[in-house]
Structures are given as C-alpha cells and as structure tokens.
C-alpha cells in the first residue's frame, strides 16, 4: 500500500470530517471511532458520510455507518476505490 497515497487521504477524511461535523480542534487519527471518540448521533455519521461522498466522488454502501466504525476503516474504503464496497 502507497502510505503517501494513505496519507494523503487520511488527511482529506479528518479534514471533511472536522468541518462536516464541526469539530476543528478535535484530535482524530486513524483509530478515532466514529461514534463513540466523536460522539456524535448516527444522523449526523450519515450525514458525514454523504459529506464525504460529495468530497471524493464515490458512493458509500447504505450500510456505511455500520461498517465503517473508524477514520481508518473510512480510509481503506477509499483506498481500495470501487471494488472496496
């Protein structure tokens, strides 16, 4: 895996993910967890998620919230592009 690549999206997820859920000083890292180190409700991780499909072009499964727990989870999926779902 291109870590530069994996980098770089990291940093795009944690930066859409601080303004979609307006949390700019918040530490998030790979491992954060969605809901639970966030705290935020399951509207606003869906409402994240479209953020985020707006953000890199793609679509998320509609069971996204479920499967995707952490930021590295969310990053993985993208890495992996349209065979990831």
């Known amino acids: 895996m291109n870590t530069d690549l994996t980098g ?9 993910i601080r ?4 949390l700019p000083s918040a530490p ?4 954060t967890r969605m809901l639970e180190d ?3 409700d399951s509207l606003d991780l ?6 985020l499909e707006e953000d890199f072009g793609v679509e ?4 996204a919230a479920d499967r995707f727990r952490t930021v590295g989870n969310v990053v993985a999926f ?3 592009g349209p ?3």
Do not use: Q, W
């Open 60 to 63: 998320f499964p509609n069971d």
């Open 28 to 31: 998030i890292a790979g491992s």
């Open 46 to 51: 869906v409402e994240t998620f479209m953020d």
């Open 19 to 22: 303004n979609s859920l307006f």
């Open 78 to 80: 993208l890495r992996a």
């Open 83 to 85: 065979a990831g779902a």
């Open 8 to 16: 770089v999206i990291t940093s795009k997820v944690i930066a859409a």
């Open 38 to 40: 966030l705290g935020v």
